[in-house]
């Protein structure tokens, strides 16, 4: 997912909320939310593998369908959060939420914010949080009309003050945060692909870092395109290698202090990805007590 920054003066003066915006975003994830309070919750942490694990997370293991949690990912641009976030919703059966799809989905409909978005990703900043909450409260919007319970979001919060706006509405049960060394991280955004025809992701990296002077080798295999897709791929215009770094420096100055923010609240869930989908879906799984029959089912076929 692209991490995007903060709007000019005048971008964001454009598209800042009103009030009646700002309540109706208010109202929107409250009703999505299934047990809601005025206040946030501490969770007490225990120690996991060395980690600080969420108390919450020993109540989860039960039949994940209708679980309604409100759940965060964080993480670098490109670490996976829409990959892993997508495979949660689906296993919990509640919807996930990209701040990142949004903002493509904006530009693509050509609408009165498109042309602004569009300046701003191709250079890999933030978008502004008035940009950001109003693309959110339209599709909580779409969400409660259909009935939608529960959350996991996915690229918002970016900052400590969208965490705070998030805080003041509702309680989030849990913030994983996941976490890849940073030259897979680099060889992963630079290998993205998506299909010009039918929008499927797939990566043409294959990343095989070796142990070195104590840390553990990484193996990362390419997710090749069925062969209907393979003429059609293209490269996202932001996903070259200075933007790539540029956003990773965005991503350490502006959004490292949201980690800071949840960690003190003994909401967050740090997970180091040990590789690809194979070898992260059931470390991460473990580590949410959580369990996923299809999953087994499919590796014992």
């Not at 918002?156 to 945060?177: H, K, M, S, W, Y």
Request: proline letters at 6%.
């Amino acid at each position: 997912m692209a991490v995007f920054s903060r709007c000019s003066t005048a971008a964001t003066a454009a598209a800042k909320p009103t009030a009646a915006a700002a309540a109706t975003f208010s109202y929107l994830i409250r009703a999505l939310s299934p047990s809601f309070s005025s206040s946030s919750s501490t969770l007490d942490p225990e120690t996991d593998l060395n980690r600080n694990k969420p108390a919450a997370l020993g109540v989860l293991k039960r039949e994940p369908k209708g679980r309604n949690v409100q759940w965060v990912f964080l993480g670098c641009p490109g670490v996976g959060k829409g990959t892993y976030a997508s495979r949660l919703s689906n296993l919990l059966g509640v919807p996930h939420i990209a701040t990142g799809d949004l903002v493509r989905d904006e530009l693509a409909s050509s609408g009165s914010l498109s042309s602004q978005l569009k300046e701003i990703v191709n250079q890999g900043k933030l978008v502004s949080d008035e940009i950001i909450i109003d693309l959110l409260s339209k599709r909580l919007e779409m969400g409660e009309a259909k009935g939608e319970s529960g959350f996991i979001l996915d690229g918002f919060p970016r900052t400590v003050r969208q965490a705070e706006i998030l805080e003041g509405v509702t309680d989030i049960d849990l913030v994983i945060n996941l976490k890849l060394r940073e030259e897979a991280l680099l060889a992963k955004c630079l290998g993205r692909r998506i299909c010009s025809e039918c929008g499927g992701n797939y990566n043409v990296a294959s990343i095989d870092i070796k142990a070195d002077n104590g840390r553990p080798g990484m193996y990362m295999a390419p997710l090749p395109p069925p062969p209907q897709c393979a003429s059609k791929l293209i490269t996202r215009p932001d996903d070259t290698e200075e933007v790539v770094k540029q956003r990773l420096r965005i991503y350490q100055a502006m959004t490292r202090p949201v980690e800071d923010f949840y960690r003190s609240r003994g909401k967050l869930l740090e997970f180091d990805l040990p590789g690809g989908i194979p070898e992260s879906w059931s470390k991460l799984l473990r580590a949410l007590n959580l369990e996923d029959h299809d999953d087994k089912q499919s590796a014992a076929a």
